[in-house]
């Protein structure tokens, strides 16, 4: 079945970078939509945006002037850049696959396991 | 932006028991509500979509119902491994999430 893994730095510094990856397995990432989400300690989930299979984005407006998004159909992942992090950005990152039907069933139908970001100097 | 309330922040119950958490919209998302299960260790997974709409694999125990602002996620016959964080999460605006409720079994 198809699976996501996602793979980072762990430790960035306050106004680097942070960029991570997400592996997908078992299944092709063209032809879907993808999103990454995030969860800070003590808060709850924040979507964070996603990347359509057109290859459009859509960002969290909170975000959307550090972020963007990447993908390598044939090395099967996509990515997420956050620039200029604070220790706000310090969180468990989600990618997930982003479906959308015809009713209401819009909704994120797989999830990887997340990975830990820690901003500090 | 639409924020989610959700309800209680924790529970404790026996095997067995019917346990109920709720999700209140800032307003009317027209049933584009969903549920999801996160577990240490594993990724989250959807329990329900669309408001009521079991997905694939998930135990029959699971149900949601709601419509408007209002809903709610029903696990009947609470088994020992329904330990977990349960959060809400609303499509009908850009994504936003409830707070969660962990659910701890006595």
């Known amino acids: 079945q198809v699976q996501l893994q996602e793979s980072g730095p762990g430790l960035v510094k306050p106004s680097e970078t942070l960029t991570l990856k997400c592996t997908v397995s078992?299944?092709?990432?063209?032809?879907?939509?993808w999103s990454w989400i995030r969860q800070s300690p003590g808060k709850p989930l924040e979507w964070i945006g996603h990347r359509y299979s057109t290859g459009s984005t859509t960002y969290n407006p909170s975000l959307e002037s550090r972020v963007s998004f990447g993908v390598d159909t044939s090395e099967k992942w996509f990515s997420l850049r956050l620039n200029s992090v604070t220790a706000a950005d310090t969180a468990i990152y989600y990618c997930?696959?982003?479906?959308?039907?015809?009713?209401?069933?819009?909704?994120?139908?797989?999830w990887g396991r997340g990975t830990r970001v820690t901003v500090s100097s | 932006d639409t924020q989610l309330t959700q309800s209680p922040p924790s529970l404790s119950a026996s095997v067995g028991d019917r346990v109920s958490i709720t999700c209140r919209a800032s307003q009317n998302i027209d049933r584009f509500l969903n549920w999801y299960q996160v577990q240490p260790g594993k990724a989250p997974r959807v329990l329900i979509y669309a408001a009521s709409t079991l997905a694939s694999g998930i135990p029959s125990r699971f149900s949601g119902r709601g419509s408007r602002t209002d809903y709610s996620l029903i696990i009947s016959d609470l088994q020992p491994e329904d330990s977990a964080i349960y959060f809400c999460q609303q499509s009908y605006s850009e994504p936003s999430f409830g707070s969660g409720t962990r659910v701890e079994i006595k």
């Open positions: 997930a696959r982003w479906q959308t039907g015809t009713v209401a069933d819009w909704y994120f139908p797989l």
């Open positions: 078992g299944g092709p990432i063209s032809g879907h939509d």
